[in-house]
């Protein structure tokens, strides 16, 4: 079955590609608003546009943070807003392909990000819901492809419960598998595109895995069922602490084996959480919060070249 070769295809595939590139990832930026603000409330910040820009601000703009960035997805607002110079966001990250998840089409955007969420339990999830799930995000990558975008597919299994990790390696193995059945039925261009998974871990209620675990469990669950055409695979931090998020990373790519494919981070708090804690919303604190976020940069940087 032929995928897509329109006059997008060598577009789709140099972007994927720049993606990928060694040493880099992806920071997730595109808190809701109300996501924003309970992260706010935790530092007893008011979650107002100001208070949101400004904090989006350090989140860019610290001086040698694009060194560690292939990319950043953002929320519509920050689509729109500027650094105090009313210089655009979109003009500081020029130099890289960023998104705006959910709205397709807007200016300067080169790819879009769509989250597919499944829960385990007893009875979850069924067939028929992986099954709807992957022809969902299969119709997603084609119409962003169409239209020149490179889809991000973010097939999301929650960490939530009690299950063990040989439970999560079967749930992440049927789902990514019917993915790239549908993907295929639905003639996406693979090399055009992104895949963000889970890791398979053992639930939030059960007890923890040896990073050196998650790392085996989760690259064979991709090695039997992501193609190899794949270009790149940038991993949600799923509800792992910083630290966690970073030493499994490095794990992964420390792990012998076939791996064909870029492996990389696309973090939203696992890279912001020690960040937003120093900065507290006060000016006085920049370079402190500086000082933190480049650190998680370069940590995970390192991560993805297991060094």
Known sequence: MSAYCGKYA???????????????????????????????????????????????????CTPGALEYLSCVILFEETLYQSIKDRKPFVEILNELVFSLELRLIVAGARFAKWRAVLKISSTEPSQLAIVLHAHGLARYANICQENGLVPIVEPEILVDGPHDIDCCADVTERVLAACYKALNDNHVLLEGTLLKPNLVTPGSDAPKAEHEVIAKYTIRALQRTVPPTMPVIVFLSGGQSEEEATLNLDAMNKLEGKKPWTLTFSFGHALQQSTLKAWAGNEENIEKARAALLAHYKANSEATLGS
């Open 10 to 60: 060598d577009e789709l595939m140099k972007n994927a590609a720049y993606i990928g590139t060694a040493g880099k990832g992806i920071l997730a930026a595109n808190e809701s608003t109300g996501t924003i603000g309970k992260r706010f409330a935790s530092i007893n910040v008011e979650n107002i546009e100001e208070n949101r820009r400004a904090y989006r601000e350090l989140l860019f």
